[in-house]
């Protein structure tokens, strides 16, 4: 698969088949991820990989999390309980992904944390799966329990970014429309 078509064809997958994933694979997906560029070359992006007993405790962590955010999302999606719906069984099952793979940044000289260095090996790891047939979705709905997830895992000194499941996807997401006005050129004929 080449790079433009990984990149139009990669998905958001939500629910997962049982099948598990060879420790091969995520070996290869991890290694990819931390080949993405960062900040002064720091390298300041981690990951933890996460499968079988530790799962469970972990999925009880966004379960809560979901009944944290619940009444937001019902303003948010108001006359839209589906969506609320499929939210709530997402993360009260995390679409029963063999697998979860946490995503940390470090700290930057600054001392503010290196989000922009893990942003770019998270879509390094989710074009990597994709590529090898997996599916994964980057979730974040999880953060108002990072200190309870962090704790779970023996994480210290380190900013949670994201969870992502990830296995072999169970589902064909839709593609959905690219937003218009995303892009401005300027010093371009004919392009401003």
């Known amino acids: 698969m080449d790079i433009a078509t ?8 939500r629910k997962f088949k049982s099948d598990p994933v060879p420790d091969e694979i995520l070996e290869e997906i991890i290694d990819l991820a931390l080949w993405a560029p960062s900040a002064m070359n720091r390298q300041q992006r981690y990951f933890v ?7 469970i ?3 009880k962590i966004f379960s809560d999390a979901f009944d ?5 999302l019902n303003k948010v999606f108001k006359g839209k309980p589906k969506i609320v719906d499929s939210m ?3 993360m009260k099952t995390y679409g029963n992904a063999p697998v979860y793979i946490f995503a940390y940044a470090g700290k930057l000289p600054s001392g503010g944390w ?16 994709h590529a090898k047939g997996l599916g994964a979705v980057w979730s974040d709905g999880i953060m108002a329990k990072e200190a309870e997830i962090n704790a779970a895992l ?14 072999y996807p169970d589902e064909e997401p839709r593609t959905p429309p690219r937003k218009d006005g995303r892009v401005q050129w300027i010093g ?5």
Not at 6 to 13: D, E, P, W
Not at 49 to 55: P, T
Not at 68 to 72: A, L, S
Not at 188 to 192: A, P, V
Request: net charge neutral; proline share 3%; hydrophobic share 45%.
């Open 88 to 90: 709530r069984t997402f």
């Open 114 to 129: 290196d989000l922009g260095s893990a942003s770019a090996a998270l879509e390094n790891l989710l074009l990597a799966a």
């Open 68 to 72: 944290d955010m619940e009444p937001t």
């Open 188 to 192: 371009f004929d004919g392009k401003e």
């Open 154 to 167: 023996g994480i210290k000194d380190k900013k949670l970014i994201c969870a992502v499941p990830i296995g």
């Open 49 to 55: 990989v996460v499968k079988g007993e530790a799962q």
């Open 57 to 59: 405790e972990q999925l």
């Open 6 to 13: 990984a990149i139009r064809t990669r998905r958001s997958v």
